[in-house]
């Protein structure tokens, strides 16, 4: 097992794009890292230098004690699963799994007995003898991971290996990958753009935006304090509500309150108000959790305009409006008022987040 660290990693194309910019980041010995971000943010890039598909403009790569800038892919102790995880049509599971160890030489008990394992690993032992197209996708995507363990390598780098998976079977590999992680212990470097694949399986997840590391933490971490309006708004479904406007202090009340556009005033609860943002345009986050129905409760309430209401089973999420702003809620399930009517609502007590409405750092 090893870590992985990149310092001041840069990576420019040809074509003048920096893809990958100053990126510094370690996966621990045995941790399972997640990169996320947008499509085009550069993770695929990141994950391509660590395995030497793509060279480093600047700064270091290192896995163990090793750095590996100028060592060669197959000498790097790692094996990558890709999303186009192209398995061998013609060879049976048996022999996509045993390839790669035959190809390195390596003896016939000791790929049969690495065969064994990576099948019984992944449930994979009734269908050695089936060819890649006798194989449902999540079949087949449990045969790629497996030609990637049979290595054996210090480090594993998936790069979107569940997008081809519908949205059931990414579910129930997701765990499957987790499982496996606990019971390996090697370090995992895991791209995603899917924000809920990362939030539950990031042991940390770094958030990437236009080549920038964004934020590197724990999944709660990252969605209690996300340190950006982009970290802010790119975790959590439905997404967390902005709303520009000005900070007044305490009123009668005791609350904060943020008044934005015309005459809209939002009692924000709890929120403390240091002297300098009084007055200054700001960006004010609600996780749609936090807002809720105010029930008869002391204080002040908003009254927006229920527009769309979608249950989802568990939960309703209740899309609103309250003058010109549009306000999604994440609801327990129950009778609601109906579309077009009023719902007096509140802001959970110092449940606000505060950013800067200009390059949107949090405050
Ligand atoms: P996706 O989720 O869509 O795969 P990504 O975050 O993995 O996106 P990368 O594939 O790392 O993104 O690409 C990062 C940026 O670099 C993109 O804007 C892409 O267009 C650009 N890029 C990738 N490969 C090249 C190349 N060979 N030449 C020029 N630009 C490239």
């Not at 999303?83 to 030489?105: E, W």
């Not at 394992?117 to 009734?126: C, F, K, Q, V």
């Not at 030609?147 to 210090?154: I, T």
């Not at 970290?231 to 709303?243: D, Q």
């Amino acid at each position: 097992m090893a870590q992985v660290r990149l310092e001041h990693v840069r990576k420019t194309y040809p074509n003048g794009f920096v893809a990958v910019d100053d990126a510094s980041f370690t996966a621990d010995d045995g941790e399972l890292l997640v990169l996320v971000g947008p499509s085009g943010c550069g993770k695929s890039t990141l994950l391509r230098m660590i395995a030497g598909l793509e060279d480093v403009d600047d700064g270091t790569i290192s896995i163990g004690d090793r750095v590996v800038n100028e060592v060669a892919p197959r000498d790097r102790d790692i094996a990558m699963v890709f999303q186009n995880y192209a398995l061998y049509p013609h060879m049976t599971v048996a022999g996509n799994l045993a390839f790669g160890l035959t190809l390195r030489g390596i003896g016939k008990a000791e790929i049969a007995a690495r065969v064994g394992e990576a099948a019984r690993m992944l449930g994979l032992e009734e269908l050695l003898e089936r060819r890649p197209a006798a194989l449902s996708g999540g079949q087949r995507q449990r045969v790629a991971l497996g030609r990637a363990l049979v290595r054996q390598p210090q480090v594993f780098l998936l790069d979107e290996p569940l997008s081809n998976l519908d949205a059931r079977l990414r579910a129930a590999m997701r765990v499957e990958i987790a499982r496996l992680h606990r019971r390996l212990g090697t370090t995992m470097v895991y791209v995603t753009h899917d924000q809920v694949e990362a939030m539950t399986l990031g042991e940390r997840i770094v958030v990437l935006d236009r080549g920038r590391v964004q934020q590197i933490d724990t999944p709660m971490a990252l969605y209690e304090r996300p340190v950006n309006l982009f970290v802010a708004t790119f975790l959590g479904s439905p997404a967390m509500n902005v709303i520009h406007g000005r900070l007044e202090a305490s009123t009668g009340t005791g609350d904060a309150a943020l008044l934005a556009g015309s005459g809209l005033r939002i009692p924000l609860p709890g929120l403390q108000v240091p002297t300098e943002w009084q007055g200054r345009e700001l960006a004010v986050g609600v996780r749609p959790e936090h807002l809720v129905p105010a029930d008869g409760a002391e204080g002040e309430t908003i009254e927006p305009v229920i527009e769309v209401v979608e249950p989802v089973g568990s939960e309703v999420f209740v899309n609103l409006r309250l003058d010109g702003q549009v306000l999604v809620a994440r609801l327990p399930p129950g009778p609601l008022p109906r579309v077009g009517e009023r719902l007096a609502m509140r802001v959970s007590g110092g449940k606000s987040h505060v950013f800067d409405a200009g390059d949107g750092r949090r405050l």
